[in-house]
């Protein structure tokens, strides 16, 4: 007699929170930095000031990420709790009403008038909040909002990032700093293009021409900005 197990699946979706800050904030690190020492570099700065300017660029990054990260998720956080208690109010007013809201739900997903109301009723009897917020709000435990996670995340990877491009202001001689400061960033924004793209089970050139090339626009931009106002001052 043939013995069926269970196995646990591990879905790339159950990352999507820590993942997205995570990249984020590592990418912001690299770009925002660089493109600071760069354009610091460029106005013919001595190094002293580029390596202050890179540090300060590093610590108010990283608070500002951490800070932007936390409301913003606190944002959607706060919205799936309304939403959330809007329906507990709307199941203990009318019950009859919900199931026929979740059994629509799964009529249009293809599952017959009797079985969805049968399911609907079974779903709502173990855990009526649960089974609306799944399956009417689109809120789930792998996706719900967490503000602290995303915020910490964002903070340390962008401190992470950051670190890169500004330990080459310290190992690279001053005429040559903006050519191999430029080099050395795009090398990482490609790295972490292809660590993000592997984590998330994403296509791996794709996302690695895509940071690189805002990256590189960003740090021209700079560049070019620095070296018009160094003429001009």
Not at 23 to 35: C, Q
Not at 53 to 59: E, K, R
Request: glycine letters at 10%.
């Amino acid at each position: 007699m043939a013995r069926h197990t269970l196995h646990a699946e591990r879905h790339l979706v159950s990352r999507i929170g820590w993942l997205r800050a995570a990249v984020l904030g590592a990418n912001d690190g690299i770009v925002s930095t660089a493109s600071l020492i760069i354009g610091v570099a460029a106005a013919a700065a001595k190094s002293s000031d580029i390596l202050v300017a890179g540090a300060a660029g590093l610590v108010a990054g990283a608070m500002s990420m951490a800070a932007g990260e936390y409301v913003s998720v606190s944002s959607q956080s706060d919205t799936e709790r309304a939403d959330l208690d809007r329906e507990r109010k709307e199941l203990g007013t009318n019950v009859e009403a919900e199931v026929r809201e979740l059994a629509g739900i799964y009529i249009k997903r293809g599952v017959d008038p009797a079985t969805a109301e049968s399911v609907a009723r079974q779903m709502m009897a173990k855990d009526a909040l649960a089974a609306h917020a799944h399956d009417e709000l689109g809120i789930s435990e792998m996706t719900t909002a967490r503000p602290i996670q995303a915020a910490l995340t964002s903070a340390a990877t962008f401190t992470a990032g950051a670190a890169l491009p500004l330990a080459i202001v310290l190992l690279t001689p001053g005429p040559k700093l903006v050519a191999v400061e430029a080099c050395a960033s795009l090398l990482f924004l490609a790295l972490l293009g292809l660590i993000g793209a592997r984590a998330g089970g994403a296509p791996m050139l794709k996302a690695t021409l895509r940071v690189t090339f805002w990256g590189a626009l960003a740090m021209a931009m700079t560049a070019g900005i620095g070296a018009l106002v160094g003429t001009a001052v």
